[in-house]
């Protein structure tokens, strides 16, 4: 079973930059997706990013592509969400996941492991 940590989370304000943290651990498939997903209070959980771990393929939310970068770092086994010119309404728990190589990165269904989440809080 994949284990997943996530760090990185905080308060900033808006216009402001965060880099959230996913370091994974235990059983991973040996080519993987990674993704981030957040969830606002009172929303339904949405797609943030998601990276194919061998090929280094990216893919973007709506709402955030052009402002998050996602990345890897093979050899930490770990994933990087750069979040720049943040919004309030960024302001969610923000969970890394992982699964399959060739899962649909945007539908979280797919995914087998998830992280405890990490508060990012946008003040205006």
């Known amino acids: 079973q994949v284990q997943l940590v996530e760090s990185g989370g905080g308060l900033v304000q808006a216009g402001g930059s965060l880099r959230l943290s996913c370091a994974a651990s235990?059983?991973?498939?040996?080519?993987?997706?990674m993704g981030w997903f957040r969830q606002a209070p009172g929303k339904e959980h949405e797609f943030v990013a998601a990276i194919r771990w061998s090929a280094g393929n990216t893919y973007y939310g709506a709402s955030v592509k052009g402002r998050f970068t996602i990345a890897r770092d093979n050899a930490e086994n770990t994933v990087y969400l750069q979040m720049n010119s943040l919004k309030p309404e960024d302001t969610a728990v923000y969970y890394c996941g992982h699964g399959p190589a060739y899962i649909s990165p945007s539908n979280r269904d797919f995914y087998d492991g998830w992280g405890q989440g990490t508060q990012v809080t946008v003040s205006s």
């Open positions: 235990g059983r991973t498939f040996s080519s993987y997706t």
